[in-house]
């Protein structure tokens, strides 16, 4: 590179930064609830919400404040001192699950999955007289990307022989009827998600999850739901668990919580398992991510014990349906549950079409799986934003 020649920012990305993301360089640099704006000004709806995770929107003013004052009072301090927002956030979180369940704070979604494996294969260790380790987990299901947990994501092309050895110990079933013939006594835990978000925005049907969730326990085999993208009312209860109505063992959550401030948390009711010095994290729950916690968690839950949250759910899926039942010669049908959703294009050509001309009208959705449409927006949105949303997202599928 001659000396004197600025680099466009796409340039500098593609020249220092690693190429593991197909990225689109449109270059955001504010947003406003769920409206963004590029360099030049221009305004974009976000139906996407940083993949599930801007759940109080852009530039939350409460959530942007607590930030600021916590971040002036002490960011960080190590986990060998009491972290006071870190105590309530976990009381907040055990609240408002209802469950009896203690809390451990990670990074991310990947990591919290990782504790939540640690949780389980201890618990086989120590509860049984044959150590149990093994984890099943589903077909199209994702749960992270560490070595590990990209190992328990039941789906083949993640298991690349570039990344081998895997670590054993973990199997994949097509539908939650067929677990019950892959349990041996060997088996520690079912790992799933109530609503698989990367595999396609699939949900479960509920009363197989119940009649599973019954049989783990009479066996003694842990349940855990992976609530990475389902947690923080992004299905319209607290916890898609509250929604299905079970009582897992082991619970991860991560996307939403922070409202874009990195962290993860698992929760189990196996509050005794791990001792001191058995897990931990440098950074996982301190003052700055579990402030934000707080603050997303009290901005939440009382627009979902207004109603609003409720009426905003209603309203989107209302909109996508009809959109869907307009474009039949796109889409074979519209899935997902609460804000999750997803339009299942009928190919992977138009699954790609749409979301690049979404972008065209200044839209932003997602992809999920090989032919889902996916919508993700914050639980915030306004009804303005979701009715200007559709209008673009018509206008994309019309120039089609
Ligand atoms: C995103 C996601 C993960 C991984 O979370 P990271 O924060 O990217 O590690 C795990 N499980 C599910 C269900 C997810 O949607």
Known sequence: MATGVTMTLEEIDKKYVLGTYARDYTNFVKGVGATLYDEAGKDYIDFASGI????????????????????????????????????????RMVELSGYDMGVFFANSGAEANEGAIKIARKYGETHFKKKRYKVITLEHSFHGRTITTVKATGQE????????????????VPSISDVYDAIDDET????????????????????????????LKEKEVLLIVDEVQTGVYRTGEFLASNLYEIEPDIITLAKGLGGGVPIGAV????????????????????????????TVLEILSEAYESGRLHETLLYFET??????????????????LGLMRGLRAKSTEIQ????????QERLVVLKAGRNTVRFLPSLTITKAEIDEGFKRFEKALISL
Do not use: W
Not at 72 to 84: A, D, G
Not at 157 to 172: A, K, M, N, R
Not at 323 to 336: N, P, R, S, T, Y
């Open 188 to 215: 520690v835990a079912v790992l799933l998600e109530l609503v698989q978000g990367e595999g396609g925005v699939q949900p479960f049907e509920k009363d197989e999850v119940q009649k599973l969730a019954a049989f």
């Open 267 to 294: 929760m189990t009711s196996h509050k005794e398992v791990l001792k001191a010095g058995d897990h931990g994290s440098t950074f996982g729950g301190n003052y700055l991510s579990t402030t934000a916690g707080n």
């Open 52 to 91: 599930a995770v801007n759940s109080v929107g852009h530039g939350n003013e409460k959530l942007a404040n607590a930030i600021c004052e916590q971040a002036k009072r002490i960011i960080h301090i190590s986990n060998l001192q009491v972290i006071e927002p870190q105590a309530k956030l976990a009381k």
């Open 157 to 172: 092309s993640f298991h690349t022989p570039h990344f081998s050895p895997y670590p054993d110990g973990f199997s994949y």
């Open 352 to 359: 790609a079409a749409v979301i690049k001309q979404a972008m």
């Open 319 to 336: 909109k996508l349906k009809d959109i869907a039942a307009q474009h039949e010669d796109l889409f074979e049908k519209e899935v997902g």
